[in-house]
Structures are given as structure tokens and as C-alpha cells.
């Protein structure tokens, strides 16, 4: 069963900086490319960044140059580093594997104010 789970949001102010981190099981965590995505209030999921079995990474345009995503495969762990935060930054935060629809967890919100 997978399970993943998030930590590391909180409220911050514009301009800030946070470290999220996202803990996997039940999968073979090196194998898989991972993703995280936000879910603004009322808004659809979106992809933030993705980040490949090798470390290789893409992002939003949104976030490109600010959020920098990167993993420890021996941890079965994938971290987003964000910085210079804004108040459209603001959301709930998920990991999962890339492309998958099952398996999501409770995410950790982030709240950016102005």
C-alpha cells in the first residue's frame, strides 16, 4: 500500500522561504518519478515540479528559479525548497508518483501572506 506523506508548510510571509518534505512507502521509491503539485482554494491540482529517479528536475513556470526540488532515494524522500514566496504560493502541497491517480496523501498546506 503506498503511502505518502507531507510535512513542512506553514504560514510564512511574502518573500519567505519553506521546506517541504515528503516521505514514501510502499512503492519502490527509486524507481519512480515524483511529483509535487498544489491545490489553491477552489482551484484544480497543478503540477509544481517533478523530479526524476536520477534528480533531474522540471517546473512551473510559476516557480522556475524560486522552488527547487530534489530527493534521497536512501530515505525514500522527496523535498521542495521554496523560496521567495508569494501570496499566490498559497496552498495545499502533495507529493506522489508522477502520472498517478491513487496513493495521494494529506498534503501540507502552505499560506504565503502578503
Not at 42 to 53: C, D, E, N, P, T
Not at 79 to 92: A, F, I, V, W
Amino acid at each position: 500500500q503506498v503511502q505518502l506523506v507531507e510535512s513542512g508548510g506553514g504560514l510564512v510571509q511574502t518573500g519567505g522561504s519553506l521546506r517541504l518534505s515528503c516521505v514514501g512507502s510502499g512503492i519502490i521509491f527509486s524507481a519512480n518519478t515524483m511529483a509535487w503539485y498544489r491545490q489553491a482554494p477552489g482551484k484544480q491540482r497543478q503540477l509544481v515540479a517533478l523530479i526524476r529517479s536520477d534528480g533531474s528536475s522540471n517546473y512551473a513556470i510559476s516557480v522556475s528559479g524560486r522552488f527547487s526540488a530534489f530527493r534521497d532515494n536512501t530515505e525514500n524522500t522527496v523535498y521542495l525548497r521554496m523560496s521567495s514566496l508569494k501570496p499566490e504560493d498559497t496552498g495545499r502541497y502533495y507529493c506522489n508518483r508522477w502520472g498517478a491517480a491513487d496513493g495521494w496523501g494529506q498534503g501540507t498546506q502552505v499560506t504565503v501572506s502578503s
